[in-house]
């Protein structure tokens, strides 16, 4: 459907590119601009500016430029109707709906359909929470047995599909949805007996995008029902990319920015729990291992992430996975372990914000000493395992990009693990050599170590990019 032009040039008027912008990128103002780093290349220093008179952003870096319009569709990988129909939502701008034909319904992308399915489920969702004897007495009394207050539920969009097996496809299909979007977008599942809901009988969370839109949901179990998982997840789709999304993040980018840390949990209740006691730079990569997409999502506002795990074993184990990932690119981890009875939710259920948020700082323990500590107490006295913990912390130690990072992170660790710091050094530096050679593509056996007047000019392009000089700097050759 089209937009009226009229309506088109008033949603780009009353689009403000420092708000629109705002959402994405941490603004400073310098001058009449306001300047952050770019989210369309990598850089440390910005050169990304937004010109709140002209309204248009510029990178000086990249050379991307225009509207917000432009912005939107660059970042969000809108189209052009998308980006126009987001700003019209933020800046509520009434776009007249009228009636689509079936042809123009045809035309809509495959991906605004499914936003748009999606939408109609979240609000189904929540309508049958609040307003159906079932969704009351089953899916309300849940959450709030569980210590959730209304608001909260209202914020996250928590809902509930009823038991009955295809209560909410039935509903859907009555609303002109095609079976085959449903299929396709993982609402409804295909069985013998046709099409059923794949979360019935289940409380719902739906997951944001980075701007509030619904691009996938879970679905939690309330009964014992061995047979059934726990949770239930969308497929990945079209508009649901699971290595790129973090729950809650929608929710927590402001504070994350505001507060310049991002504190890492594990689940749904986890984030809903910290928000409700106030804490809300909170998002979790929900059971999937971390990836080096959802740290990138991080990085666009905070280098600093603290990652608060349960204090059982499996927790402990959880805080090591991924790690070494989040310090390769340069971001500063810490890690907070709970008393070994709880998980985040329990811990947030059981003491007051401040309690909670002074646990956070005066146990936020650096991750390379907080590695260290936990695999020696592992090794004891057994000089093999000792070894193994020894190269283990110099591999993480490699990863870090800064060398003085590096040479601190030696010398604090030589007195950890009550080592020469040369031993570490030399150590280390094995490491940085194999990797960059790996990088620059020599073989171990083709060239001598001290040999380096064969790097082809191409190699020498590679060496002169951030990263490597600064391993070549700090390699003994
Ligand atoms: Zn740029």
């Given at each position: 459907m089209a937009i009226p032009r009229e309506i088109v040039e008033q949603i780009l008027q009353a689009a403000h590119i420092e708000e629109v912008v705002g959402e994405f990128v941490t603004l400073k103002k310098r001058g009449s601009n306001l300047w952050g780093n770019c989210p369309f290349h990598n850089e440390k220093t910005p050169s990304f500016s937004v010109n709140p008179a002209r309204n248009i952003f510029k990178c000086f870096g990249c050379g991307k430029a225009g509207d917000s319009a432009k912005f939107l569709m660059e970042?969000?990988?809108?189209t052009y109707p998308e980006a126009l129909r987001y700003l019209a939502k933020k800046y509520n701008?009434?776009?007249?709906?009228?009636?689509?034909t079936a042809e123009e319904i045809m035309q809509q992308s495959i991906r605004e359909k499914m936003f748009n399915i999606n939408e109609f489920a979240d609000k189904y969702f929540v309508d049958t929470l609040w307003n159906t004897e079932e969704g009351k007495t089953i899916g309300l009394e849940y959450f709030r047995e569980r210590g959730y207050f209304d608001p909260i539920i209202q914020k996250f969009h928590l809902g509930y599909n009823p038991a009955k097996w295809d209560a909410f496809t039935e509903h859907a299909k009555k609303n002109g949805y095609s079976e085959e979007l449903l299929e396709q977008i993982g609402l409804s599942i295909k069985g013998n007996n046709g099409l059923y809901d794949r979360y019935h009988g289940r409380v719902m969370f739906p997951i944001h995008s980075l701007?509030?839109?619904?691009i996938g949901f879970g679905g939690r179990i309330l009964?014992?029902?061995?047979?059934?998982?726990k949770y239930q997840n969308s497929p990945e789709s079209e508009i649901y990319d699971k290595k790129q999304t973090l729950y809650g993040i929608y929710f927590a980018k402001n504070a994350i920015a505001r507060q310049d840390e991002c504190i890492l949990v594990e689940g749904y209740f986890d984030v809903l729990r910290m928000h409700q006691i106030g804490i809300e730079n909170v998002v979790a990569s929900s059971g999937t291992s971390l990836t080096m997409e959802q740290i990138r999502l991080v990085k666009r506002y905070t280098k600093n992430i603290t990652m608060l795990y349960d204090g059982d074993a499996a927790g402990i184990h959880a805080a090591l996975r991924g790690t070494d990932m989040i310090l390769s690119e340069g971001m500063n981890v810490r890690v907070v372990v709970l008393p070994p009875e709880h998980d985040p939710d329990t811990f947030g259920k059981e003491f007051s914000t401040e309690y909670v948020s002074n646990y956070l700082k005066e146990n936020a323990k650096d991750f390379i000493r907080f590695k260290t500590e936990l695999l020696l107490k592992d090794a004891e006295n057994d000089p093999i395992k000792r070894g193994q913990v020894i190269r283990d912390i110099v591999e993480t130690i490699s990863v870090i990009p800064d060398s003085i990072f590096r040479i601190t992170y030696v010398k604090e660790c030589s007195r950890l693990l009550d080592m020469p710091e040369q031993t570490l050094t030399n150590e280390l530096n094995k490491i940085l050599r194999s990797k960059l050679k790996k990088t620059l593509g020599i073989e171990d056996n083709v060239?001598?170590?001290?040999?380096?007047?064969?790097?082809t000019p191409k190699q020498e392009e590679l060496l002169k990019t951030s990263c490597l000089r600064v391993i070549i700097r700090s390699v003994n050759w």
């Open positions: 970042h969000e990988h809108y701008i009434k776009i007249e709906e009228k009636q689509q701007t509030g839109r619904v009964t014992n029902d061995k047979k059934s998982p060239v001598p170590e001290t040999d380096t007047t064969t790097v």
